[in-house]
């Protein structure tokens, strides 16, 4: 069974500058969630797809960021425009349980803003 | 305050010892609990669950004390492969979000 996917690994981009980072979950996770860790900090969550129904952004830091899921298969997350605190990893995870349990992480997109 | 807190790493420790995390964390409300394990620019994995009961699994044995919201990782007979970084993991109250210490980072040297 294929995991998690993430797309690119690596981005270097400038200030002002927009990236899309994707996630392709496990077939058949419902669960989709998105971490990140900048440089020094733990791991944070960002967001928590439910299908392709946000079920919770409470970690999102700021309008600059966009996450979608269309049709419930894979989620893009959008930096628009990037600034230079935006570096870091990017993870996303899937699940089938929404308890938390059993999150699979995929191998994360390294993000950095010039 | 940090909602995980886990003991500043780096341990460094000879084959064969036996090395014991702790953590903290500061919700009561808060729902599952686990350590998971990352290497160097690695996702992180599921190490283990974390129950009340305490649960052992091969050399890795994990505790949590829910009164005084402290979970523990001890690892015995420790190998050069369990060299990474443990994180102490708890979800919130509800959803499955989960809330990450930074970790300890753990080296195992011959």
């Known amino acids: 069974e294929a995991g998690v996917t993430q797309f690119p690994s690596h981005s270097v981009i400038e200030k002002g500058q927009t990236v899309t980072l994707r996630c392709d979950p496990i077939?058949?996770?419902?669960?989709l969630y998105w971490y990140r860790r900048v440089m020094g900090k733990e791991i944070k969550f960002l967001l928590h797809?439910?299908?392709?129904?946000?079920?919770?952004e409470s970690g999102m830091p700021n309008n600059r960021f966009l996450a979608e899921r269309t049709g419930g298969t894979y989620s893009t997350l959008k930096v628009q425009p990037a600034e230079l605190e935006d570096s870091g990893v990017y993870f996303c995870?899937?699940?089938?349980?929404?308890?938390?349990?059993?999150?699979?992480f995929g191998p994360g997109t390294r993000l950095t803003v010039t | 305050r940090k909602e995980v807190e886990q003991d500043p790493g780096p341990f460094n420790v000879p084959e064969g010892a036996t090395v014991a995390f702790n953590c903290t964390y500061s919700?009561?409300?808060?729902?599952?609990f686990f350590w998971y394990r990352q290497d160097c620019r690695k996702e992180p994995k599921l190490l283990m669950s974390?129950?009340?009961s305490g649960n052992e699994d091969g050399r890795f044995t994990a505790q949590l004390n829910r009164a005084s919201q402290y979970i523990s990782l001890l690892i015995r007979d420790s190998k050069l492969s369990d060299s990474a970084t443990y994180l102490c993991?708890?979800?919130?109250?509800?959803?499955?979000?989960?809330?990450f210490g930074q970790g300890t980072e753990l080296s195992v040297k011959p």
């Open positions: 995870a899937s699940s089938q349980a929404r308890d938390g349990y059993e999150q699979y």
């Open positions: 077939s058949g996770h419902d669960n």
């Open positions: 797809f439910v299908k392709e129904s946000k079920q919770d």
């Open positions: 919700n009561s409300a808060s729902q599952s």
């Open positions: 974390v129950y009340s």
């Open positions: 993991v708890v979800t919130a109250f509800e959803g499955g979000k989960l809330i």
